[in-house]
């Protein structure tokens, strides 16, 4: 999965159009290969974008919530304790 993309489910406070656009714009380049497409390309690469959003917003919509809600601060710090074990094992080498 492209790194770039995070989790969108479950989250207080709820996740936003935006951030749903944003992975649905990072899904569409990462599949098309393409960061900016040319011109010819645009309009299927930007009716591909709202398409993915659509798809992810139907999803997130129907998906049932477990447990406490993830919080983007809680999110940054799971991720920072990932990088910096991953830095340790580096660092080991």
């Known amino acids: 999965m492209c ?3 995070r989790v ?3 989250f207080e406070p709820p996740t936003t159009p935006e951030e749903i656009h944003a992975a649905a714009l990072q899904y569409v380049r ?3 290969g393409t960061a900016r497409p040319s011109h010819p ?3 299927a690469f930007d009716a ?4 993915v959003a659509a798809a992810t917003t139907a ?3 129907t998906l049932e919530a477990r447990g406490a809600p993830r919080t983007r601060e809680g999110e940054a710090a799971k991720g920072r ?4 074990a991953r830095a340790a094992r580096m660092a080991k080498t």
């Open 3 to 5: 790194r770039n993309i």
């Open 8 to 10: 969108l489910h479950h």
């Open 30 to 32: 990462k599949v098309s």
């Open 41 to 43: 390309n645009q309009a």
């Open 48 to 51: 591909a974008v709202e398409a």
């Open 59 to 61: 999803l997130l919509d």
């Open 81 to 84: 304790a990932r990088w910096e």
